[in-house]
C-alpha cells in the first residue's frame, strides 16, 4: 500500500515550486490533495498539471481568517476529515537594513508567514483526525539569521515557536506537529534572492551558496517534497516537535 493511501491532504503555497512538489508526491503516494495558494491562475494551472481526479484547488489568502475558514470547509466537504495539513505559503522579501525596511513589508511577511499557519491550525485541527500530522515551513533562518532580511529571519524564527507549541496541544490526539528548514533550493523564489543578492555580495549569489553548502548545490524541490512526505507520513510517527533541516549541511 502506497504510505499517504486515502489520507486527505492541505497544501498551501501549492502553485510555488516547493507546494507543487508536495501535492505531486502525495497525489503518487495515494492521498487526496486540496491546494490552495492566492494566485488563482497559476493555481488553477497547477492542478489541472497534476491531471487528478484527487487533486482539487481553492484560491486564498492564508493571512484573512474567512479565506482559512472557507479552504479547510471546502476540503472537508469534498472529502471529509483532515490528516495532513502542510502550511507553506510564503511570500518574497526585501534585503534592506532595519532602519529602511518598509514597516509595510515586515507586515505583510509576518502576516503570511506566521499568522497564515496560526491561522490554518485554528480552524484545521477540530477538521483533523487523530493521528495527523502538521507540517510548517520555516528554513534554515529559521535556525540562524544574516544582516537586511529582518522580516523573513523573525518569521520562519516564529514559526519554529508555534510549531512546538501546537505539538504540544496535539500530543493527547497523537497529531504531530514539525517545521521544515529547507536551505537554499534551485527555484524561481531562490534565484529572485540570490538576484538581488549578487550585487551585494559583488559575486554570483547561486555560485557562493554552492560552495558554501557542504554538499555542494542546491536542493531540487522534489528533494524537499521526500522530507515532507517523511514528516506527512506515519513513517514519522513519533516525530513531533521536531525541526527537520534539509539544507545540504549548510547549518551543520
Request: proline share 4%.
Amino acid at each position: 500500500m502506497s504510505s499517504m493511501e486515502g489520507k486527505v491532504c492541505i497544501v498551501t503555497g501549492a502553485a510555488g515550486s516547493i507546494g507543487l512538489a508536495c501535492s505531486r508526491l502525495m497525489l503518487r503516494e495515494g492521498a487526496k490533495v486540496m491546494l490552495v495558494d492566492l494566485r488563482e491562475r497559476e493555481l488553477r494551472e497547477a492542478a489541472s498539471g497534476l491531471g487528478s481526479v484527487n487533486a482539487d484547488y481553492v484560491a486564498a489568502d492564508v493571512s484573512k481568517s474567512d479565506s482559512v475558514r472557507n479552504y479547510v470547509e471546502k476540503t472537508v466537504a469534498k472529502w471529509g476529515k483532515i490528516d495532513v495539513l502542510f502550511s507553506n505559503a510564503g511570500n518574497n522579501h526585501p534585503i534592506t537594513p532595519v532602519s529602511e525596511y518598509p514597516e509595510e513589508v515586515f507586515d505583510s511577511v509576518m502576516a503570511v508567514h506566521v499568522k497564515g499557519s496560526f491561522l490554518a491550525c485554528k480552524y484545521a485541527t477540530p477538521h483533523m483526525n487523530d493521528g495527523g500530522s502538521i507540517i510548517m515551513t520555516s528554513s534554515i533562518m529559521g535556525v540562524k539569521a544574516d544582516a537586511c532580511i529582518c522580516a523573513y529571519v523573525t518569521a520562519k524564527h516564529a514559526l519554529v515557536g508555534l510549531m512546538r507549541t501546537i505539538a504540544k496541544e496535539m500530543a493527547p490526539r497523537n497529531i504531530r506537529v514539525n517545521t521544515i528548514h529547507p536551505g537554499p533550493i534551485d527555484n524561481p523564489f531562490q534565484r529572485s534572492v540570490e538576484e538581488r543578492l549578487g550585487p551585494i555580495l559583488n559575486r554570483d549569489a547561486f555560485q557562493f551558496f554552492n560552495e558554501n553548502i557542504p554538499l555542494g548545490r542546491h536542493a531540487k524541490p522534489d528533494e524537499i517534497a521526500k522530507a515532507v512526505l517523511f514528516l506527512a507520513s506515519d513513517q514519522s510517527s513519533f516525530t513531533t516537535g521536531s525541526m527537520l533541516m534539509v539544507d545540504g549541511g549548510l547549518t551543520a
